[in-house]
């Protein structure tokens, strides 16, 4: 193992030790892997940067895992069933010769695979999975969105992709969140709710696709309210009661049956 393999092999297990402890002292980070204190701060800083922790003074914290997002492997494989009929139904809401708006959404990028359906279609995205799947498809028209790129999320996320998204305009976004508290959106990284508020300035029609676990999960940044999309797409995971509450509030809900 060469150098650098050694480094990255020593940050992903400093990572997993932050994440599962919840919180790390530097000090204690630098003893335990036996590396000097200023080397630990290097990695917690390029951990941080990627998007996988944060550091706060003394040592470094990962977010609890209801409001830590994950992994794009480990988000895929969550609730799969449920957002590939979310996936489904939220593509009957396409028309060809629009110009469309995806977010990183794992539940998006199932709904990307869709796309070529309903071509031909110009597909604005910061999402990098979305945009290798959408290269090879005919009559699909990319444009990407650059920015800094978080691995955590495989996307470009941060100040210069929400100036990028800026430069358009969409006929209908489609995005998800990581949850939904009293009829509000939120996120667990400023970077992506700086991106999706711009993306939801930026489109004509806003579509959420959330799956009905979203709305027992908590966040820690206010992305938007509900009233600001209007349709939610979601499973028939979710409580009678707050399905009358959204569609009461002016927003069209599309309820999907669960496979």
């Keep these: 193992m060469d150098r ?51 550091k706060v003074r003394g040592g470094a914290t990962g977010l ?14 969550v609730m799969a069933p449920a957002k590939q009929a979310l996936a489904r139904a939220a593509a009957t809401l396409l028309v060809p010769g629009q110009t469309v708006m995806l977010d990183d959404s794992t539940t998006c990028l199932l709904l990307a695979h869709r796309f070529a359906e309903h ?25 990407t969105l650059g920015g800094a790129y978080f691995p955590a999320y495989d996307a470009f996320m941060g100040l210069h992709t929400a100036d990028a998204v800026r430069a ?13 508290t009293n009829g509000r959106c939120y996120h667990t990284s400023p970077e ?28 820690l940044y206010a992305l938007a309210p509900l009233t600001d999309f209007d349709v939610l797409v979601v ?10 509450a959204v569609r009461a509030r002016g927003t069209e809900v599309m309820v999907v049956p669960r496979p």
């Design 168 to 180: 358009f305009r969409a006929d209908v976004l489609f995005m998800s969140t990581t949850a939904v």
């Design 119 to 143: 071509a031909p279609l110009t597909v604005i995205t910061n999402s990098l999975p979305a945009v290798t799947t959408l290269a090879k498809e005919p009559g699909i028209s990319l444009i």
């Design 4 to 54: 650098l393999e050694a480094q990255e092999e020593r940050r992903r297990r400093l990572r997993d030790t932050v994440i599962a402890r919840g919180f790390v002292r530097t000090s204690d980070l630098a003893e335990e892997y036996g590396i000097s204190l200023m080397t630990a701060h290097r990695d917690l800083d390029a951990l941080q940067a990627q998007g996988w922790l944060r």
């Design 64 to 77: 609890p895992s209801a409001q830590f997002h994950g992994s794009v492997a480990d988000r895929m494989a």
């Design 192 to 219: 992506t709710v700086q991106v999706k508020r711009a993306m939801m300035e930026s489109a004509a029609r806003r579509v959420l696709v959330a799956d009905h676990t979203k709305f027992t999960k908590g966040g």
């Design 235 to 244: 499973d028939d995971g979710l409580a009678a009661a707050e399905i009358r």
